[in-house]
């Protein structure tokens, strides 16, 4: 089955503890983007990579890192958590092969920042 | 720049009744748009897409938008609403400017849909 995974879905952490938050998809797309959903702002981009060793920011990145060491494979890296970052995350995948981009969305992790 | 307008937070409809979602956008190039749905708890799933050709797109569910140039609008509508439609709505526009696959999504419309 085609499919975008995360893991954690939920994670409940304290200020400054680095933690990782992995996405990886199997439909050898070469396009994987990191959002965070918040009320009223709806979806929000924070790093996307183009391909393997191809990595921007997007709308808010400070906080955040990111890596592509591997096709499938985008982490989410919180190197120092703060309670701003509490959202939810969303990981989305797409072919750079179709001119109409349609991603592909995991089902979401909610970090919880204490 | 490019943006995303969504202009309904929240949108009550009865179950049978017609429903839109309001939908309005800004692009410096040509204008791919997109409706995602979210289902509680869940991850965003796409409905359908505006590309090139017919002003109507139809989707998944029996849902339908109408691509309109001069009112750069791009209405979600289904002709009798479910309470399994009851969900949030994103509106998307591919983002030109980075060169990228990226979207730009809208703040999202809450539809209920009362039984």
């Known amino acids: 089955e085609a499919q975008v995974t995360q893991n954690p879905r939920y994670l409940i952490t304290v200020t400054g503890k680095k933690l990782t938050v992995t996405c990886s998809q199997n439909m050898n797309h070469e396009y994987m983007s990191w959002y965070r959903q918040d009320p009223g702002l709806g979806l929000r981009q924070i790093y996307y990579?183009?391909?393997?060793?191809?990595?921007d920011k997007g709308d808010v990145p400070e906080g955040y890192k990111v890596s592509r060491k591997e096709k499938r494979n985008f982490p989410l890296i919180l190197e120092s958590p703060s309670p701003n970052q509490t959202s939810l995350y969303f990981c989305?995948?797409?072919?750079?092969?179709?001119?109409?981009?349609?991603?592909?969305f995991g089902p979401g992790t909610r970090l919880t920042v204490l | 720049a490019q943006s995303v307008a969504q202009p309904e937070d929240q949108v009550n409809v009865a179950e049978g009744n017609p429903l839109t979602v309001k939908c309005t956008y800004s692009v410096s190039g040509n204008p791919y748009l997109f409706w995602y749905v979210q289902y509680p708890n869940r991850g965003l799933q796409f409905l359908l897409k505006y590309i090139t050709g017919d002003n109507l797109v139809k989707g998944s569910y029996g849902f339908e938008a109408e691509f309109n140039k001069s009112q750069t609008s791009f209405h979600l509508k289904k002709p009798s609403a479910l309470v399994s439609d009851s969900a949030l709505y994103f509106c998307a526009v591919r983002d030109w400017e980075t060169g990228a696959n990226n979207l730009f999504f809208g703040t999202g419309t809450r539809l209920t849909v009362i039984p």
């Open positions: 990579s183009m391909n393997v060793e191809v990595t």
């Open positions: 989305a995948s797409s072919s750079r092969q179709a001119t109409y981009n349609e991603q592909f």
